[in-house]
């Protein structure tokens, strides 16, 4: 079982890394453009989780918990949901949430962090999926941070609209940068899924 961390009270999946300063100097960080996922992102990232016969997932965003609830009910049943967001009470929400479900604690692991400080601390080839629901100006550095995670055949899933005239600049580039940088990569396997705000999966090959 992996135990919950927060920060500094331990290493994480690669050896000596600690999670001191994985907050860094900024306060929490909200994305006003979509608070929680609906029930068919939601059923589209259940999917996913059961063909990709997920034990083990990373997600960037736990808001309050709705994510992380359709992931691990897709997962296999010893499956562990790394979870990471910036706002530890967010995260107090979801924990409290997945209990209440019936969710067993040693089922999630919690990190209170900034996902560009958390995600090079985990280990690389060994994750099935990684979801990215937090702040869409970065998901280019998130491709760059969560797909080295993943073994081969697994996927990562960006949350929200990813048609760059949707938006205004700098998100509008973001979305733009993450494209080129998807089409650049000939391991990178990518699929628009029309669901709720739309979802951009890609699969490493
Ligand atoms: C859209 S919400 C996530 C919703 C969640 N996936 C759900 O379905 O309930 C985005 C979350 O990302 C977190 N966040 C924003 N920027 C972040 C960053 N750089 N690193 C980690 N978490 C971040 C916010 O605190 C917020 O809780």
């Known amino acids: 079982?992996?135990?919950?961390?927060?920060?500094?009270?331990?290493?994480?999946?690669?050896?000596?890394?600690?999670?001191?300063?994985?907050?860094?100097?900024?306060?929490?960080?909200?994305?006003?453009?979509?608070?929680?996922?609906?029930?068919?992102?939601?059923?589209?990232?259940?999917?996913?989780?059961?063909?990709?016969?997920?034990?083990?997932?990373?997600?960037?965003?736990?808001?309050?918990?709705?994510?992380?609830?359709?992931?691990?009910?897709?997962?296999?049943p010893e499956g562990v949901l790394t979870s990471i967001d910036v706002d530890a009470s967010a995260q107090h929400i979801a924990r409290e949430a997945l209990a209440a479900q019936g969710v067993a604690r040693g089922r999630t692991r919690f990190i209170a962090g900034l996902a560009e400080r958390v995600l090079p601390k985990l280990t690389e080839d060994a994750y099935d999926l990684v979801f990215v629901d937090a702040m869409p100006s970065r998901y280019p550095m998130f491709l760059e941070l969560g797909a080295p995670l993943l073994r081969p055949g697994g996927a990562i899933v960006f949350a929200g609209p990813v048609d760059a005239t949707q938006h205004q600049e700098p998100r509008a580039q973001a979305v733009r940068e993450l494209i080129r940088a998807v089409r650049a990569d000939e391991s990178l396997v990518p699929v628009a899924l029309p669901v709720g705000d739309g979802l951009l999966a890609i699969a490493r090959s």
């Open 1 to 76: 079982m992996i135990p919950e961390t927060s920060i500094g009270t331990g290493p994480l999946d690669r050896p000596g890394s600690m999670l001191g300063d994985a907050r860094g100097s900024i306060g929490p960080v909200t994305d006003p453009a979509h608070d929680t996922i609906d029930a068919s992102v939601g059923a589209a990232l259940r999917f996913l989780a059961t063909v990709l016969r997920a034990k083990s997932v990373v997600e960037v965003g736990s808001g309050t918990g709705a994510s992380a609830s359709w992931l691990l009910s897709g997962m296999v």
